[in-house]
């Protein structure tokens, strides 16, 4: 009998730099996923990737004086390295460079112009140079841009759009009859309320004020809008053809089952993409999950303090499984988790360390110390066995269920409970004490087949998670991993298997103290090396590194002390942030300054993102009188620096100062 196929992707990552531990955690979840459905019998097809062109990304090359290409072929490079390092079990790593993909990319773009889904017209109205958008007068805040505050000027420029409105009923009526398409439920009612059922308006496809991009091949002055090419790596990684030809990996695995995507780009994968395939006349994805963010808590993570959390250094000091688990099991379903070093010391020690580690290394020590390794059923059983057989059993299931739902670290959770009821059935059976009259020995026996038939079954169940672990625990009990069939029954395990005589440490306990100063002893020779390179570039350049480059500005016109003394400046930590709905440009951040939280509306998303804004500690004007940006209630501003190209860097205090500190 055939498998039935399962097709999951994740968003393909931005080639922007080095992916954090929270764009990380969204490839191992995709991983345990697609881990998951291939031990439940399914043929999958798991594919991630890179999105390499746009704007930010010229920008970007241009600054470090390389092509774009040169550019995305290093941080593509350094994504993927940093995937298999966390061992993501990926069946494609498509990137929008790819020929195969740039040429249906050019192909879907003229098939639905030519069928008049996409038309060419112009932006027409008041332009914000920094935020590159273009605004009607009813949506200007008091004459200026509504994303960022600043002046705008009038402005016209051609573009191609895409007809949204021509679908949007259709895409409302497949969403209510379709109740698992977006989930969970809570990103749904967002798109329905703030996006759809307001009416869309027809998407600008093309850009013309950069160049590196995918050409429209009939009007080559425009260059395809980012998101048509990169949501298009769904269709093209499969092998998809406009004309027809289409590949095998097409025709068997679309529609895709999962595409797994962080909630900050729900609209374009649940409306713009959706309404790709309607134009084209193909079929939507079944699901699509919006993942919560991990977060960087109690403001101890941070750009700004040059210590954000990378897959790579937390492996150095925890491994592979451990920064798995931490990744997979700290994230609720629908909340954003938190990150801290401390936290994963203290996971690493409970759960992995005493938990795990310690029920594997016990029972095999016992099973080695009391009956030279040899595990055997002898049949004298009691009623806590059964209490404990029942909860075995029932773990499976229960795994099943909630991985149905996406629920994974409820299901995690869920094994672990199996390892704690072992370590508690331990404690019940008191084995040290049976080992001591000869008389208890069959029983003895019965306990360690009973734990060693127990680690097994979690065991199995814990490799969609932790892969390597599973390896290491069912090599050591000298058996295998169990199928799903397998798993309903409890007494596989072959008597007279003999465990290995020298059980392995799987996690050692570590002390948080030590893994601090470690972590800041890094945190230096990394400031070092950073400083040294920027000497040596500069020297590079016979440039003096105190001056370097220089913006003049006009001058405004000059204001008295008392103006100055007006104003009110302290120091604020962002303690949470979030994007704001329907704008390109603006975040919201929750800014605790002394004892009070004020709410800033920035204009800042195009250069942070909410999760690295949070933990910073900022500048802020907090007098100024409050006003309504896209809507939203702003109390403040966070003063930034802006270079010639409209860069923008948020000001920060050179020391750590408490939130509240009065800036003079």
Known sequence: MSKKPYYITTAIAYTSGKPHIGNTYEAVLADSIARFKRQQGYEVFFQTGTDEH????????????????????????????????????????????????????????????????????????????????????????????????????????????????????????????????????????????????????????????????????????????????????????????????????????????????????????????????????????????????????????????????????????????????FVLHEMPFDNDGVITWELMVERMNSELANTLGNLVNRTISMSNKYFGGVVEHTGVREEVDKELMDLVLETPRKVAAKMEQLRVADAISEIFTLFKRCNKYIDETMPWVLAKEESTKPRLATVLYNLVESICIGASLLKSFMPETSAKILTQLNTRVRTVDELKEFGLYANGTKVTDKPEILFARLDVKEVLEKVEAKKAEKAKQSGEAADSAAGANNVDSKEGTVIDIPSKEEITYDDFAKLQFQVGEIIACEAVPKSKKLLCSQVKIGSQVKQIVSGIKAYYSPEEMVGKKVMVVVNLKPAKLAGILSEGMLLCAEDENGNLSMMVPEKDMPAGAEIC
């Open 54 to 325: 746009g704007q930010k990304i010229e920008n970007k090359a241009a600054d470090a004086k390389v092509t774009p290409k040169e550019f995305v072929d290093k941080i593509s490079g350094q994504i993927q390295s940093i995937w298999d390092l966390m061992n993501t079990s990926y069946d494609k790593f498509i990137r929008t460079t790819d020929d195969y993909h740039e040429k249906q990319v050019q192909k879907i773009f003229k098939k639905l112009y030519e069928q008049g889904d996409i038309y060419k017209g112009c932006y027409e109205g008041m332009y914000c140079t920094p935020c590159e958008s273009f605004f009607t007068a009813s949506q200007l805040v008091d004459g200026k841009c509504p994303d960022c505050g600043r002046e705008v000027q009038p402005a016209k420029e051609e573009a191609y759009f895409l007809k949204l409105s021509k679908y949007t009923d259709r895409l409302i009526e497949h969403i209510n009859t379709h109740p698992e398409f977006i989930q969970p439920e809570s990103r749904k009612n967002e798109m329905m309320n703030n996006f759809l059922l307001p009416g869309l308006q027809d998407l600008c496809v093309s850009r013309t004020s950069f160049k590196w991009g995918i050409p429209v091949d009939f009007d080559n002055k425009h260059v395809v809008y980012v998101w048509i090419d990169a949501l298009s790596n769904y269709i093209t990684g499969l092998g998809y053809d406009v004309d027809g030809n289409n590949g095998d990996l097409y025709n068997k695995f679309w529609p895709a089952d999962l595409h797994l995507i962080g909630k900050d780009i729900l609209r374009f994968h649940t409306i713009y993409w959706p309404i790709m395939l309607m134009a084209l006349d193909l079929p939507l994805p079944k699901q699509i999950f919006g993942h919560p963010w991990l977060l960087q808590g109690e403001g101890k993570m941070s750009k700004s303090k040059g210590n954000v959390l990378y897959a790579d250094e937390l492996v150095d000091f925890f491994g592979v499984d451990a920064v798995r688990y």
